[in-house]
T-cell receptor, first 109, second 113 residues
């Protein structure tokens, strides 16, 4: 079966750093995606990891450990506009994604 | 502009009245998929298609049908909608290559009374 776990909610302060964790147990693994979704809007792509290690993209970084079934998304210099849900998704095979329940991040002034 | 277009964006209808949600993409993507999103449950895949005339069930296919007669279109059909199909629906498309992200439409909010 497929199981992807993320915290339901997190709160952080503007300007701070926050780490959103994702653990997974899936029957196949072709990579892990992180998406951002503002309330009522479509998910938008943030990052992709297939090899162990850290991928950095501006204020956002994503880390993967395949042996531990673990990933995290790191958001630096938080801004109010970063308040959104963050979705972890595993590519099981051929772009077939299984999503976690999403982490709702609230950024406070 | 590269996009995935869903219609309608909002629909309120009644139990049993057949409805179709259209999805069209202009990126020549092989892969298309339908998801529903419910509070506390995240995005769950309904059906997907790897190419024209190739469709397969996702995690929650009951009560839905799809077709893929053309590469750009992937309509979602509810033959006899029921209240438990009230949800936010997303269509997505992407290349077959695993390392490429899916692109999502803006969503369709369905309410079945």
């Amino acid at each position: 079966g497929q199981n992807i776990d993320q915290p339901t909610e997190m709160t952080a302060t503007e300007g701070a750093i926050v780490q959103i964790n994702c653990t997974y147990q899936t029957s196949g693994f072709n990579g892990l995606f992180w998406y951002q979704q503002h309330a009522g809007e479509a998910p938008t792509f943030l990052s992709y990891n297939v090899l162990d290690g850290l991928e950095e993209k501006g204020r956002f970084s994503s880390f993967l450990s395949r042996s531990k079934g673990y990933s995290y998304l790191l958001l630096k210099e938080l801004q109010m506009k970063d308040s959104a849900s963050y979705l972890c998704a595993v590519d099981n095979a051929g772009n077939m994604l299984t999503f976690g329940g999403g982490t709702r991040l609230m950024v406070k002034p | 502009e590269a996009q995935v277009t869903q219609n309608p964006r909002y629909l309120i209808t009644v139990t049993g009245k057949k409805l179709t949600v259209t999805c069209s993409q202009n990126m020549n993507h092989e892969y298309m998929s339908w998801y529903r999103q419910d509070p506390g449950l995240g995005l769950r895949q309904i059906y997907y298609s790897m190419n024209v005339e190739v469709t397969d069930k996702g995690d929650v296919p009951e009560g839905y049908k799809v077709s893929r007669k053309e590469k750009r279109n992937f309509p979602l059909i509810l033959e006899s909608p029921s209240p438990n199909q009230t949800s936010l629906y997303f269509c997505a498309s992407g290349p077959i290559d695993s390392n490429q992200p899916q692109h999502f439409g803006d969503g369709t909010r369905l309410s079945i009374l």
